[in-house]
């Protein structure tokens, strides 16, 4: 049974560009939540997304942006990329209505 | 705005030490508690769940206590081992909330 997976492992962007990350949850899970961890502190909530819609948000401009698939495959999506976006990205995944996430690996996103 | 806090940052000690980690909340009003620990550049793995009417939880050398009242939980690990080094990370869950981090202790266990 496959966890949480998550790609590409690395990436390099320049300011202003574009970039997609992308999540497949674990087998039978329908919940997916994005967090942003920086360089020696602790990951930051995104958003969440369930039944192909974004539920939760934390406190995360619009330039991040996501989506669900129908088989729960999720990306994320971050528009005008800023240095200060450099960082840990996390996908984390659930079945609705449990309380334990499983986390994939993430993907190092460096800004230059 | 839940708030939270671990002490201390880092922490290194030699093997077969007992340990304890500690994690401060500043909303006391919590669904549940999660222990995570974090290898260098890695995702998060689940050790220890504690739902808000539990005191503790155990797994193997691992026991985790929540007092919501005084807004704190521990992580307890007995016989440390230089395979426990790693971040190990709190995160506290609110009713209707995500899970919000603490920053983490980075753990060194010395040979």
């Known amino acids: 049974d496959a966890g949480v997976t998550q790609s590409p492992t690395h990436l390099i962007k320049t300011r202003g560009q574009q970039v997609t990350l992308r999540c497949s949850p674990k087998s039978g899970h329908d919940t997916v939540s994005w967090y942003q961890q920086a360089l020696g502190q602790g990951p930051q909530f995104i958003f969440q997304?369930?039944?192909?819609?974004?539920?939760q948000r934390g406190n995360f401009p619009d330039r991040f942006s996501g989506h669900q698939y129908p088989n729960y495959s999720s990306e994320l999506n971050v528009n005008a990329l800023l240095l200060g976006d450099s960082a840990l990205y996390l996908c984390?995944?659930?079945?609705?209505?449990?309380?334990?996430?499983?986390f994939g690996p993430g993907t190092r996103l460096t800004v230059l | 705005k839940q708030e939270v806090t671990q002490i201390p940052a880092a922490l290194s000690v030699p093997e077969g030490e007992n340990l304890v980690l500690n994690c401060s909340f500043t909303d006391s009003a919590i669904y549940n508690l999660q222990w995570f620990r974090q290898d260098p550049g890695k995702g998060l793995t689940s050790l220890l769940l504690i739902q808000s009417s539990q005191r503790e939880q155990t797994s193997g050398r691992l026991n985790a206590s929540l007092d919501k009242s005084s807004g704190r939980s521990t992580l307890y690990i007995a016989a440390s081992q230089p395979g426990d080094s790693a971040t190990y990370l709190c995160?506290?869950?609110?009713?209707?909330?995500?899970?919000?981090f603490g920053p983490g202790t980075r753990l060194s266990v010395l040979p």
């Open positions: 984390a995944s659930r079945i609705t209505g449990s309380d334990t996430q499983y």
């Open positions: 995160a506290v869950k609110n009713y209707g909330q995500n899970f919000v």
């Open positions: 997304y369930y039944e192909e819609e974004e539920r």
